[in-house]
């Protein structure tokens, strides 16, 4: 069975900067794609952001210019790259990955961010 794990979650304050770890394994197949989502208490689970194969990103409106999500296509991880951080980013924050058609999710790390 496919594992998918998010690491390097915690508490950051206002204004600094964090790193997330997704790793893909158990598997031979690398992630087609692979993306970061994330559910604040009380709120629906929104996607963040996305890479291809290829390398191509995209970002939702609310994390542009904030957050990257770089990759390591040799160890099947991605990182979510979280810069300049707002107290509305705390969220619980899921990897999903897309491997030989089809999808798979993490458990989640948290993000806290402390204003």
């Known amino acids: 069975q496919v594992q998918v794990v998010e690491s390097g979650g915690g508490l950051v304050p206002a204004g600094g900067s964090l790193r997330l770890a997704c790793t893909v394994s158990?598997?031979?197949?690398?992630?087609?794609?692979m993306a970061w989502y994330r559910q604040a208490p009380g709120k629906t689970r929104e996607w963040v952001a996305s890479i291809t194969g290829d390398g191509y990103t995209t970002y939702a409106n609310s994390v542009k210019g904030r957050f990257t999500i770089p990759d390591d296509n040799a160890k099947n991880t991605v990182y979510l790259q979280m810069n300049s951080i707002k107290p509305e980013d705390t969220a619980l924050y899921y990897c999903?990955?897309?491997?030989?058609?089809?999808?798979?999710w993490g458990q989640g790390t948290q993000v806290t961010v402390s204003s």
């Open positions: 158990r598997t031979i197949f690398r992630a087609s794609a």
């Open positions: 999903n990955a897309h491997v030989a058609g089809n999808a798979y």
